[in-house]
């Protein structure tokens, strides 16, 4: 029976089991490791706990049922239920960090911004508000409708001019080569799928504009990234954030062109100054020919 267990397991969403997410399928069986997780989020367990495993669900101790694609959709919501729930206290519990790194950070990430247009992604409660340039039209979003909120009393009490809207990076509400410069501070952690947000960062960007980005990415160092992608489950659960993410890496598959990445802190905080190609018209055989 036990056998036959392991085969459906395979087929199945393990749920509760380490609170991380809704639930999550087994991706790996390979020798005495077995991974179980999903993109980004993944449990490293030993042949011993994968046998503990069986039996609690024989003993109907965990849930388990057939697997159920995740999609983007369901995961975003996932995403946006953790960050309205967290929103009353988002500030406190990142005050000690913005005294001393964040905010330090932020000054450089703005002073990078380039033209007028200028599109803040993930505005979350307003903290770039008051690194904004002076002369600059700036249109900031949230998928989070309490975060949002948030940012609206803070763009108020400060008397900060921005177009405040509730909007998902994975699919921005507007047209094609609309901002000079796109900038994001610790956003794409949180995105369920990065890409495809960076994509839609490109679509919106003119040709030719900047993308701005202050992200934690996973350590290049074995050990420490090791830690990273253990207790990264832990971290999406109680702040919505991966701390294992490869940006770098996700802005070069969207295709934009990297100019600078500049390390902020122990080889995980980076500044990533990215731009959007500009188109070169065909000009034909014939100009070649001169």
């Given at each position: 029976?036990?056998?036959?267990?392991?085969?459906?397991?395979?087929?199945?969403?393990?749920?509760?089991?380490?609170?991380?997410?809704?639930?999550?399928?087994?991706?790996?069986?390979?020798?005495?490791?077995?991974?179980?997780?999903?993109?980004?989020?993944?449990?490293?367990?030993?042949?011993?706990?994968?046998?503990?495993?069986?039996?609690?669900?024989?003993?109907?101790?965990?849930?388990?049922?057939?697997i159920r694609e995740l999609t983007t959709d369901n995961a975003t919501e996932l995403a946006r239920?953790?960050?309205?729930?967290?929103?009353?206290?988002?500030?406190?519990?990142?005050?000690?960090?913005?005294?001393?790194?964040?905010?330090?950070?932020?000054?450089?990430?703005?002073?990078?911004?380039?033209?007028?247009?200028?599109?803040?992604?993930?505005?979350?409660?307003?903290?770039?508000?008051?690194?904004?340039?002076?002369?600059?039209?700036?249109?900031?979003?949230?998928?989070?409708?309490?975060?949002?909120?948030?940012?609206?009393?803070?763009?108020?009490?400060?008397?900060?001019?921005?177009?405040?809207?509730?909007?998902?990076?994975?699919?921005?509400?507007?047209?094609?080569?609309?901002?000079?410069?796109?900038?994001?501070?610790?956003?794409?952690?949180?995105?369920?799928?990065?890409?495809?947000?960076?994509?839609?960062?490109?679509?919106?960007?003119?040709?030719?504009?900047?993308?701005?980005?202050?992200?934690?990415?996973?350590?290049?160092?074995?050990i420490l990234g090791w830690l990273m992608n253990l207790v990264n489950p832990l971290a999406v659960?109680?702040?919505?954030?991966?701390?294992?993410?490869?940006?770098?890496?996700?802005?070069?598959?969207?295709?934009?062109?990297?100019?600078?990445?500049?390390?902020?802190?122990?080889?995980?905080?980076?500044?990533?100054?990215?731009?959007?190609?500009?188109?070169?018209?065909?000009?034909?055989?014939?100009?070649?020919?001169?």
């Amino acid at each position: 029976m036990t056998d036959n267990l392991e085969k459906e397991m395979i087929k199945m969403k393990i749920v509760s089991l380490c609170h991380a997410c809704e639930a999550c399928p087994v991706v790996k069986l390979d020798g005495d490791r077995v991974e179980i997780g999903e993109k980004d989020n993944v449990c490293v367990l030993t042949r011993s706990g994968w046998e503990t495993l069986k039996q609690k669900i024989l003993n109907k101790e965990i849930e388990a049922e057939p697997i159920r694609e995740l999609t983007t959709d369901n995961a975003t919501e996932l995403a946006r239920k953790r960050y309205d729930r967290t929103a009353v206290v988002y500030d406190l519990c990142e005050a000690i960090s913005e005294r001393f790194g964040y905010g330090k950070w932020r000054e450089l990430l703005w002073d990078k911004a380039e033209g007028i247009h200028i599109l803040e992604v993930g505005v979350g409660t307003g903290k770039n508000f008051s690194y904004y340039p002076p002369d600059a039209v700036i249109t900031a979003i949230d998928f989070s409708d309490r975060m949002l909120k948030r940012a609206k009393d803070r763009a108020s009490k400060q008397k900060v001019k921005v177009r405040l809207q509730q909007m998902d990076v994975q699919n921005l509400e507007f047209e094609d080569n609309t901002f000079d410069t796109v900038v994001a501070s610790l956003v794409f952690c949180s995105v369920p799928d990065p890409v495809r947000g960076l994509m839609e960062v490109k679509r919106v960007c003119k040709p030719g504009g900047k993308i701005v980005l202050l992200e934690h990415i996973l350590s290049a160092n074995p050990i420490l990234g090791w830690l990273m992608n253990l207790v990264n489950p832990l971290a999406v659960r109680m702040r919505g954030a991966n701390i294992n993410r490869r940006t770098v890496e996700n802005i070069l598959r969207s295709r934009l062109r990297i100019e600078q990445v500049t390390d902020l802190f122990a080889g995980i905080f980076k500044l990533i100054e990215a731009r959007k190609e500009t188109l070169v018209p065909y000009k034909g055989l014939a100009s070649q020919r001169r």
